[in-house]
């Protein structure tokens, strides 16, 4: 199309085609399409060796994800996520269990993309009668996280994940206090410092804003600014 090759999935496609025939537009059901060509020739290999339902999966997930969490979701999503899931069901046809060490963290910060790894499991499962790990709906979360497409790479979500973490830890130790992490507030202020992280990673400031409010600030709440410079430090 276009002189770019594409990738076409569709029930009955190739049914009695040879080279250079044209094919039932209206039966395709997905196409897939990779501009880096590296990513491309990836993604023929993977959909050359893995199973079809496999990819049938990954596509429900995919969908699934887009309209639950109403974001952009990058196209490698639909490379690293069929790779990921025909490789843990592998894995668990051999009697292999990995844990996923982050899955407090996923849990806690990406709650919303944990549901949907849940559910993803829930599709696993009746697709392929094989019954996942909770470890393996954080691992799927955390390819939702890193296709968001205003998101930024694995190793910096992993660190982003480890900061957040130990700020609220400085925040408890600071004030002397157990946060409820159930509560509208907790989860604002983990959302504040998702955001704080994804500027300071990729290098943007906010403008400079009122210094006489930052002034006031730190004048009348000591104790916050305090805690703030141990964050800071």
């Not at 025939?21 to 023929?44: N, P, S, V």
């Not at 996923?106 to 009746?126: D, K, N, S």
């Not at 694995?154 to 925040?171: A, R």
């Not at 400031?205 to 805690?227: P, T, V, W």
């Amino acid at each position: 199309e276009s002189g770019r090759e594409v990738l076409v999935m569709g029930c009955g496609l190739g049914y009695k085609k040879s080279v250079g025939d044209g094919i039932d537009t209206d039966k395709i059901e997905k196409i897939y399409t990779m501009k880096d060509k590296d990513a491309y020739h990836r993604l023929e290999e993977i959909l050359s060796k893995v199973p079809l339902e496999c990819i049938q999966i990954t596509n429900e997930i995919v969908e699934y994800a887009k309209i639950s969490l109403g974001k952009r979701l990058s196209d490698s999503i639909y490379l690293t996520l069929c790779d990921h899931i025909s490789f843990a069901l592998e894995r668990s046809r051999n009697g292999i269990q990995i844990r996923n060490a982050l899955l407090m963290e996923i849990r806690r910060f990406y709650y919303h993309e944990y549901e949907i790894g849940l559910e993803a499991l829930r599709l696993i499962r009746e697709h392929t009668g094989i019954e996942l790990p909770d470890d393996e709906a954080g691992f799927i979360a955390f390819h939702l996280v890193n296709a968001d497409m205003d998101s930024i790479g694995i190793g910096q979500t992993q660190e982003m994940m480890k900061t957040i973490q130990n700020i609220i830890n400085i925040v408890k130790y600071h004030y002397n206090i157990e946060l409820n992490e159930n509560s509208i507030h907790y989860e604002r202020f983990v959302t504040h410092l998702k955001f704080f992280l994804k500027r300071v990673f990729s290098g943007q400031e906010l403008e400079d804003g009122d210094l006489n409010f930052f002034l006031m600030i730190r004048s009348q709440y000591k104790k916050a600014y305090a805690c703030v410079l141990k964050v800071y430090d």
